[in-house]
């Protein structure tokens, strides 16, 4: 009977966990496919995509203005004359006609000097740049949005296990207190402790249901569908520890490839283009030019036989440009501040990365620390439970000091499944704040998934 009193709590939360085990072997959704399944649908990756298209059709816009254009222009018109000589008569020095005009016009032209148009196809290509840079960006947070989600549901409902694991043994003590006080070996003191803890139980579970509902919510808004069932950890696993175990070159990679710095240096990159084209409104250019000209009457004021008449012209047109009002150079400078501006930002940038990177990496490292000593004071926690409970079979113990030690184990229990969760969310933020992170370490980490 003592035995069955000391193991009611790991058999509770044994159980739980194996019907948890039965609904996902059914139908489970593990973290990889969850962000599969996100990358599909995400607004905010699918924002990107779409800017990176308009960025693409941009340097066609630029390409195609170095190419031929060509118009074709026709106009017609009807006309109508009266004119008359004085002293003359009517028959003589009248004219009273109506005639019709007709022309069209085809032109052909091809920039052969426009540096404004070479810098154009350049600035363009540098926006494709960084609007793939910025997609590749949104799915890398998208990862870390999934994966925080995910984690956050299964802590979740390991809250919901432990509590009604934590209500079964608080039950049993409540209905042993109970016992005990009808045949008076214990005063009402214990039942009343006992039913005030019975009491705490039951709200704690309902929070712990209310917030294993808000987390599933969470990650239903992140990929899009719910799910009712997803893969928990395995009972036991190793977390890896950051390579190389070295914080500074960690800082080192994420200084250089960060997306927040990949951002901002590429945003120079567009920025600096700015000045060149600023500078362009001092060039001169050269453009080739060709046209044909048709037209037809049937007759003109002066006469009433009509006509036709075709011409050709081939030639180049040469301008230069001369910046009387001080425009170009206002522009200039104004492009140069904002170079400057976007420099400031590289900085930021890697400062930021710097500090981001550093506070992860200890993080990761702090954070497998904690899960091992987690482990040591479950153990620690466990072995109170069983002596106390013997000490209240032995009178040395009350019944409050077991639903103490009831609570510290749960407590336990319910640190080590954060600082698991948390230590493998850290290793997740420190692929990305080096910029690194990708499907390939999903795949990893959906690797620690299984129960």
Known sequence: MRNLRLNVLSSVIGAALAVTAGA???????????YREATRQDPAVAAAEASLQAARERLAQSEAANGLSATVSASASANYGDSRVRGLPSSIGQVDRGYLNGSVTAQVTKPLIRSSIKVGIEQARAGVSLSEISVASAKQD???RVAQAYFD????????????????AVGEQLAQAKRNFEVGTATIVDTNEAQARYDQVIAQEIAANNELDRTRWALRNTVGRFEASIAGLKPSIMIDAPQPANMEAWVTRAERDAFGVRIAQQSLAVTEFDVKRAQTGKDWTLDASASATHGQNTGSLASSRGGFSTTGLVG?????????SGAVDARIREAISNVEKARNDV??????????VRQTYLGVTSGIASV???QQALKSAETLLASTKLGLEVGVRTNLDVLNAQQTLTQVQRD????????ILNRLRLEAASGDLNEDDIRRTNDYLGR
Do not use: H
């Open 24 to 34: 996902v072997s059914a139908q489970t959704a593990d973290l990889l496919s969850l």
């Open 142 to 144: 998208l990862a870390t």
């Open 153 to 168: 549901v299964l802590l979740a409902q390991d809250n919901v296990t432990l509590v009604v694991a934590q209500k079964a």
């Open 316 to 324: 180049v047109n040469f301008q230069m440009p001369f910046d009387i």
């Open 347 to 356: 900085e930021s940038a890697r400062r930021t990365a710097a500090l981001g």
């Open 372 to 374: 091992a000593a987690q």
């Open 416 to 423: 080590l499944a954060q600082a698991r969760y948390n230590a």
